[in-house]
Each structure stands twice: as structure tokens, then as C-alpha cells.
């Protein structure tokens, strides 16, 4: 699929037409990741941050929200709550936080490692290449950073760099690649000033840098974050703007799995968030085959604020697997089994998707 195919899905409206692209992309994934729906575990360890991202809650200058981070016990306590589930993988994630010291996570990911069978996913932001380097020796397996955006103009004015360093995404990726985390990326839909042809371009990043998991989302504003107060405005024609709506976002995640059918992709929350009644389970039919259940304890989850009415905020450990369990069983998939890494898709399965 090219450019402009990509960016001719982008825009399409008719509804017969886009219901051949979802039943084509429902296809797709079957045949390259199957009925699975993997479960990772979700854990938000710090809503400290040191960064300043336009869009987002948890950046430094929001004076309003309450900070905490979790103690290594309190971590084990949700490791061993996933473990339980039979999850095949946590996720560890949180701003951008230096006072979550190098050897201090790296302590942690070895106690998984050597207790339970679970892969490691981190999410920690832009840490120096030493960090992630300790991190990966100490067993971690993934590591996930959204580039947000490939249109440099709006990643500048959205993402400002820290002083001293200038923050490229694209280049950490690479980095970790090398490394020999699997990597994961991927964006925010309908950003103010994002264009449909930005996102076009998004989505053959996702082919060129062959990415193991794809998180993509809905931009939803925050009333504390200057994007979402319209304070930082990049002009475009209002016609050239990508909504942030969910069928948006179904047509980048459907979009996605045809350029990248071997890619763990997520329905994730922010689209649970703007859709409660179906939006996971759309997402599941429209190319998505993972789930992050939130095992954050409740006294931490509303401060891990990112955006407003976060789906899932009150429910516990138990009530979001239940829950999640349902969904999947729902549309006729099941609960995958084991790891999930993408190499099991690259080796285990025949390929013959053609579209
Ligand atoms: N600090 C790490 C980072 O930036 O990669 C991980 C945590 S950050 C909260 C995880 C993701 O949340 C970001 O990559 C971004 O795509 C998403 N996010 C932040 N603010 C958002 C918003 N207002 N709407 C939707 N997604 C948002
Ligand atoms: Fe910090 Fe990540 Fe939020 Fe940016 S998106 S403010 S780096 S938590």
C-alpha cells in the first residue's frame, strides 16, 4: 500500500467502503497473529515527569496534580496480581522520572525475571542510552515510545526538548532496536494541526522502522495542558486538520496492521475512553490484538492522569481482567496464551494475507 492509498483510506467516508477495509484488515490480522488477544498488564510506577509535552497531563508544570511513585513492593504486589491472571507480560510505565534511579528499575526487572515468567515491557520515556542499555541486561524484553508525530514542525511545538538535549524519538528507537528490546511506537490521532497527510506519512514510518507493537490512540485534551487549552496553535487549512474521533483512529489502527501484519497492536484506553460501551472491542475487530488491563492500585490510578475521564480509573485489578476477559469472549476471541512477542508471529505462522 502507498502513500496515496494510505492517505485515500485516510480520508474515506463512504461507509460500504470502509467496511470492506475493516472486514479486509479483520482478515489480516487472523491470518498473521490469529484469535489470541494478549493481555499485558499496565503499571503506572511514577507520574513524575521532567518533561513539558503540550498534550499531556503529567508534564512538570501541572501544579495540580498530587505525585507519587511506587515503592519496589508495591510493583511486585501488581507483577504478582498479573502473574496470577496468567498474563504473559507487565508493562512498567511512567514520565519521564530520574528519581527512578538506573540500577533501582534494573533491580526490579532481574526480581521479575527470576521470580515469574512474565516479559518485561518499560515505558519510561527519552532516558539516556546507558539507562536503556542496564535495563535490557537486566532482562527487560520491550520497551515502547510513542514518536507521537513524524511531522517535525508539530513534534517541535508539542514536544519541547529538555534544555541541553534535543529530543529525537525516531533515533532512541533505532537505538533500541540495536540494543535488542522489541520496539514499539506509534501516535496520537487528531492532534491540533495534525494533517491527514502527517498521519499518512505516520504510517509508513511504522513499515520503515518494521515495529513490533503499534500504539495508537485518540489525542483527547487536557484542561491543565496548554494544546488543550488552545493556548499552542501550528496553522493549517481546517479542512487539511485529522479529527480526533474514533473513526479516525479505527482507519490508522486498521491501516497499521495491513503495513505492519505481524505488529502487536493494542485497543488501547484513550479509545476505550472516548467509546466505553464498544471502542476496545472495535478496536479488536479493526486490526488490534492486545489489551493492557490496568493493575495500578486504585489510591494511584486518578493521578495518573494524562488526560481527563480516563476509562477503567475506578476499577480494580480484578474488576478490569474480569471485564476485559468478557470483551475478548464477546467476539469470538480468546485470551492468548504466553508471551505474545512478535518473533513467535514471524516464525510460527504462514503468511498468506494479500491485500
Ligand atoms: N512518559 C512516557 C512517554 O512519553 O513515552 C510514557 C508515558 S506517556 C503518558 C504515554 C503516552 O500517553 C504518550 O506516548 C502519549 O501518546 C499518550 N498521551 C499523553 N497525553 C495524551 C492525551 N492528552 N491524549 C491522548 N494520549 C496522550
Ligand atoms: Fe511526560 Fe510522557 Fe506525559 Fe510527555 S507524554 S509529559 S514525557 S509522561
New binding site residues.
Partial sequence: MDHSEILAWLKETNEERLDKLWRNTDVVRKQYVGDEVHLRGLI?ISNY?V?Q?G????RRDNGKLERYRMTADEIMACVREAEGYGYGTVVL?????YGIETEWLADIVRRIKAETGLAVTL????RPNEDLEVWRQAGADRY???F?TSAPTLYRLIHPSVPGKTSD?IAILRKLREIGYEVGS???IGIPGQTYESIARDIELFRQLDLDMI?V??????PA?P??IGQWKSAIPADEQAP?TEEMTYKVIALARIVCPEANIPS?T?LATINTATGRELGLMRGANVVMPNLTPPQYRAN?E??PAKACIKETGPDCHRCLLRRIESIGRRPGKGRGDRSAFSNGLEKKAGF
Avoid: F, W
Fill in positions: 503506572e515527569c518533561r509535552c498534550y499531556c497531563g503529567l510505565q511512567s514520565g519521564e522520572d515505558s519510561m520515556g527519552e515502547l515510545l510513542r507521537e524519538r506509534g501516535v496520537m500504539g490512540g485518540p489525542y483527547i485534551p487536557h495542558t494544546l488543550g480526533n488501547t484513550a495518573y494524562i488526560y
